[in-house]
């Protein structure tokens, strides 16, 4: 009995073998070639952007090595928690952030780790848990990419002859398509396909090239830790590396006046933002919106990290923060003495503890200002502990508006919540390394 092949089956395997026929170990890898296999580079990237994403649940594993399978019941501050879905996580994360430092988080054995390769292990206890982290390397995924399902991949066996076409409709099923292939396998994608870039954009990719570049500017444009400690309900994050921009994407931030990128606290290059005028109309300044009013939640809070470049400045106040109900100010009673200040309706309170400790001279050291206000208390904290408080009120609408004026020295890390972080938050931050992240 002979076997027949359908016309344009016939027409992709002949097509196929021709290709093959001419390619050599160059062009095998060469995502310009329609053809692709198991160690061509677009592959590599397409099973690292489609991979377990092991850092999804961080805050019960503490790991990139693998995520936990839902549901699963973990302990935490003497409470027991069914996270059924992710968005459990936030539950979890809330009871850790007010929990004294050292809080932690128990699983309730057996759990199923799920590696970045999808591949699932039981693991019955502490002892075991531990033995597998030690023996992990973590996984590099990407995340500032997702491609839209299904997508249909033309797949041709090079020692059977074999075509078929593959419907995917997930990254599970995408990534284990590629890792299962073997030597002799090739495919063709079904373009055009759309993906969701980092700025929430639809694109489409028409071609291999366009893939392969659309994956290696997620990777550029994600260079960054996507574990931001403290990130929730943020409505302005400056980290100033190398560029003016709020990673929120909230609002737009626009340097004014001569401004250059200097070392950040940890010596990262470029990692800071130098106001080298000094002058009142040297600033970053932030256009305000309904999403990042301060005042939204009734609450907010301000945090900045700041290092004085001039002694004995004769001008004004050095503004650090300000807008039209609020200013974070240095200010003091002799100019080389420069407080941190606050100036807000009903209140006005200074660092007195600096003045006290008669801490002039602080040039060129990094210091860390926080302001929070939960609805009736105005609270300053410098470098991690609380030093003045006081009631104040607030109305209306207040959007995050200029950083610097009269001031000359380096900025960093700019945070700005629409929430009051509580005393536990404001010694994570800082306690945190610089920032240098050009994405969340």
Request: a negative charge; hydrophobic letters at 40%; aromatic letters at 8%.
């Amino acid at each position: 009995m002979k076997n027949f092949i359908k016309p344009f089956l016939l027409v992709f395997v002949i097509g196929l073998a021709t290709l093959i026929s001419c390619q050599d170990e160059e062009n095998q890898n060469n995502p310009s070639a329609g053809l692709l296999d198991k160690t061509s580079a677009v592959t590599q990237k397409l099973q690292q952007l489609t991979g377990n994403n092991t850092s999804i649940d961080n805050v019960i594993d503490s790991t990139d090595c693998f995520s936990v399978k839902l549901p699963v019941q973990v302990m935490t501050n003497g409470a027991i928690i069914t996270v059924d879905d992710p968005e459990d996580y936030q539950t979890v994360e809330d009871i850790l952030q007010q929990t004294p430092v050292g809080g932690f988080v128990d699983f309730v054995f057996p759990i199923t780790l799920i590696t970045a390769s999808y591949e699932e292990i039981v693991v019955n206890n502490e002892d075991e848990l531990v033995s597998e982290v030690a023996d992990c390397f973590g996984f590099e995924s990407i995340g500032c990419l997702s491609l839209n399902y299904p997508i249909n991949i033309n797949l041709y066996d090079t020692g059977s002859q074999n075509p078929s076409t593959i419907t995917i409709d997930n990254n599970q099923e995408f990534y284990l398509t590629l890792f299962n292939l073997t030597a002799t396998d090739v495919y063709e994608i079904d373009y055009p396909i759309t993906a969701i870039n980092a700025s929430g954009q639809t694109i489409t990719i028409n071609s291999n090239d366009e893939l392969d570049t659309a994956i290696a500017s997620a990777i550029s444009d994600c260079d960054c830790d996507n574990d931001t400690p403290l990130r929730d309900d943020l409505i302005l994050y400056l980290t100033f590396a190398n560029e003016v921009n709020d990673l929120t994407g909230l609002g737009n931030s626009l340097a004014i006046g001569e401004t250059e990128f200097v070392n950040d606290r940890n010596d990262n290059g470029s990692g800071a933002l130098s106001l080298t005028q000094g002058n009142a109309d040297n600033q970053v300044v932030t256009a305000g919106n309904v999403n990042n009013d301060m005042l939204q939640n009734n609450a907010f809070t301000v945090s900045i990290w700041f290092n004085r470049q001039i002694n004995n400045f004769q001008g004004p106040a050095e503004i650090l923060f300000q807008n039209s109900q609020l200013q974070i100010s240095l200010e003091g009673p002799a100019s080389e003495i420069r407080a941190p200040k606050v100036i807000a309706p009903g209140a006005e309170m200074v660092d007195q503890d600096w003045i006290d400790g008669q801490l002039f001279g602080q040039i060129g050291v990094w210091h860390h200002v926080v302001v929070t206000w939960d609805g009736n208390m105005l609270s300053l904290y410098r470098d991690g502990e609380l030093r003045a408080e006081s009631t104040a009120e607030f109305s209306g609408v207040m959007p995050p508006n200029f950083i610097g004026g009269n001031f000359q020295g380096f900025v960093d890390d700019v945070r700005v919540y629409k929430r009051a972080l509580n005393f536990n938050e404001i010694n994570t931050l800082f306690n945190l390394e610089g920032d240098i992240n050009t994405c969340l």
